[in-house]
């Protein structure tokens, strides 16, 4: 297991939290997910095998908001 720490722009209301989050509970491998509104930021606990690049790279193209690495 591992965490994966991503900063995802323009959520800017609750219902665009449950979209990210609702969005990431359907990936195979995401065991836990924390989105905060606040912090713009989702912590993911996902099995080894998931890459944060693939996470990034779903949310992008498959949601209205844009993730990246948190440094």
Same mark, same amino acid.
């Given at each position: 297991?591992? @965490?994966? @720490?991503?900063?995802?722009?323009?959520?800017?209301?609750?219902?665009?939290?449950? %979209?990210?989050?609702?969005?990431?509970?359907?990936?195979?491998?995401?065991?836990?997910?924390?989105?905060?509104? &606040? %912090?713009?930021? =989702?912590?993911? %606990? =996902? &099995?080894?095998?998931?890459? =944060?690049?693939?996470?990034?790279?779903?949310?992008? @193209?498959? %949601?209205?908001?844009? =993730?990246?690495? &948190?440094?």
């Amino acid at each position: 297991m591992k @965490k994966i @720490k991503l900063k995802v722009m323009d959520m800017k209301c609750m219902g665009c939290v449950n %979209t990210v989050q609702n969005f990431l509970s359907k990936i195979k491998g995401i065991n836990d997910i924390k989105v905060d509104l &606040e %912090t713009k930021r =989702a912590i993911i %606990t =996902a &099995e080894d095998s998931l890459k =944060a690049e693939d996470l990034i790279d779903a949310i992008n @193209k498959n %949601t209205n908001y844009k =993730a990246q690495l &948190e440094k």
